[in-house]
C-alpha cells in the first residue's frame, strides 16, 4: 500500500457486504479507479441495482461502491476485497503478470438507466459523492488513475454521457480541503 498522502473530512458510507459469491480472491495492489453505471432497464431507487451487485444469487459481478443517484454511498465490501467487475481489459500488461485487472482494481458503480440520455441524466449529487469516493481513495492509496469501464474493455460504453468535466472539479474541490500527511 502506499503512503497515506492526505486526509479528508468523513465521508457517510453506508454497509452493505457481499456475499461470497459476489467478491474473492487475493488484493494484488491498488492500480486503478474504474466507473461503471448499471444500465438499468428503469430508473428506480437504486436497490434493485444494489441486491444484483451484493446478494442475488447467481450474478456474480459486484463492486467496491455502489452509488444510487440520489446517493448515499454504499460499501459494498472493504478495499482490500476483491470486486468482480471488470471483464477482459485492454489495458497494457499489468504488473507481476496477473492476468486480471480485479485484483488491481477499486471501482464504484453508478445508477443509470439505459434510457438515461445525455449529461443532465447525472443528478450532481451522484457526481459529487463519485468524486469524493475517488479522493479518499486517492488520499489513501495515491493518484491512481480514474478510468471509465468503457475505457479499458472494448465491448462496454459505461458510463454513458458521464460529466467528466463536473466529476474532476469536484474531485478537485475535495482533495483541496484535505490535509497533507508527510
Known amino acids: 500500500m502506499a503512503p497515506l498522502l492526505y486526509t479528508l473530512p468523513n465521508l457517510t458510507i453506508v454497509d452493505h457486504p457481499a456475499d461470497s459469491e459476489h467478491c474473492g480472491g487475493t488484493r494484488a495492489g491498488y492500480y486503478y ?19 444484483f451487485l ?84 486517492q488520499g489513501l492509496y495515491g493518484e491512481l488513475p480514474i478510468l471509465s469501464h468503457a475505457r479499458v474493455q472494448a465491448n462496454r460504453k459505461d458510463p454513458r454521457d458521464f460529466p467528466w468535466d463536473i466529476f474532476y472539479r469536484e474531485l478537485d474541490k475535495r482533495k483541496r480541503i484535505g490535509t497533507r500527511v508527510y
Not at 56 to 75: F, L
Not at 99 to 111: A, F
Not at 127 to 133: P, S, T
Request: a negative charge.
Open 54 to 137: 451484493s446478494t442475488q444469487a447467481g450474478t456474480k459481478v459486484s463492486c467496491t461502491r455502489y452509488i444510487p443517484k440520489k446517493g448515499p454511498i454504499y460499501k459494498l465490501m472493504p478495499d482490500s476485497t476483491v470486486p468482480w467487475t471488470n471483464g477482459a481489459t485492454v489495458l497494457e500488461d499489468l504488473p507481476f503478470n496477473v492476468p486480471g485487472v480485479n485484483e488491481w482494481s477499486l471501482t464504484i458503480e453508478m445508477e443509470h438507466s439505459r434510457h438515461d440520455v445525455g449529461r443532465a441524466s447525472w443528478p450532481f449529487i451522484q457526481v459529487q459523492l463519485c468524486a469524493w469516493q475517488c479522493a479518499e481513495w
Open 33 to 51: 479507479i474504474f466507473l461503471h453505471d448499471t444500465d438499468t432497464p428503469t430508473d428506480g431507487n437504486g436497490l434493485d441495482s444494489l441486491n
